[in-house]
C-alpha cells in the first residue's frame, strides 16, 4: 500500500489505518523531531503529540489542497512548523523568565541570604495575586507549562491564559518594584 492508498483510508477514518501511519512513520518523525529540537525526550513528546492531534483533529484532510496527496511532505512541514514553534516559544519564554527574575537593573546576589530573601519577596507578592492568576502564573513560570497545557489543565482559553500571566507579570513587576525602592 503506497501513501495515496494510506491518505485515503485516514480520510475515510479505516480502521488500522491510523496504525498503519504511526508504524510507518513514528520513527522517522521522531528523528525529523530530534534533528531541529535537540532533545530526545522533547522530540518524544512532540512526536507523540502530533501523532494524536493527526487522528484526533483530523489533521490528514488538508493534505490534498496543501500538499498534493504527499503525506510525507505533510507529515514533515507540519512536524518541522511544530518544532520551530516549540523552540521559539523555549526562546521567548526563557527571555521572559530572566527578564522577570533578574531584571537588567538588578545586580547579581552575591550570597544565599540574599537569594533566600528575593525568593521571599516573590513567594510574598505572589500570595498577593488573585487565586487564578497566581495558579496560571505558577503553572507557567515555576512548572514551566505552555499555554496549551495550563488551558486545558484549568479548562479556560489559551487567550485567558496569555491575559493572566500578563496581568500576573503586571502586578507582581509593581509589588515587587514598591519592595526595592523601601
Known amino acids: 500500500m503506497n501513501d495515496i492508498d494510506l491518505l485515503m483510508q485516514l480520510q ?4 488500522g489505518a491510523f496504525d498503519r501511519l504511526y508504524l510507518e512513520y513514528r520513527h522517522w518523525l521522531f528523528l525529523v523531531a530530534v534533528s531541529f529540537l535537540q532533545d530526545e525526550a522533547e522530540a518524544e513528546e512532540i512526536t507523540q503529540e502530533f501523532l494524536i492531534d493527526i487522528w484526533e483533529e483530523e489533521l490528514y484532510q488538508g493534505i490534498v489542497a496543501h500538499h498534493g496527496n504527499s503525506l510525507k511532505n505533510f507529515l514533515y512541514v507540519s512536524l518541522r512548523n511544530r518544532c520551530l514553534n516549540r523552540l521559539a516559544k523555549d526562546r521567548t519564554r526563557n527571555k521572559r523568565y530572566l527578564s522577570f527574575f533578574i531584571p537588567d537593573t538588578h545586580p547579581v546576589m552575591p550570597n ?21 492568576q497566581a495558579q496560571v502564573f505558577k503553572l507557567a513560570y515555576l512548572s514551566h507549562k505552555s499555554r496549551r497545557e495550563i488551558a486545558r489543565e484549568m479548562d479556560i482559553s489559551e487567550e485567558t491564559v496569555k491575559k493572566q500571566i500578563a496581568l500576573a507579570l ?13
Open 170 to 182: 503586571k502586578t507582581l513587576r509593581r509589588i515587587l518594584k514598591k519592595i526595592e525602592n523601601l
Open 12 to 15: 475515510e477514518r479505516r480502521p
Open 112 to 132: 544565599d541570604l540574599e537569594n533566600k530573601e528575593l525568593r521571599l519577596q516573590l513567594e510574598a507578592a505572589m500570595e498577593r495575586l488573585p487565586p487564578r
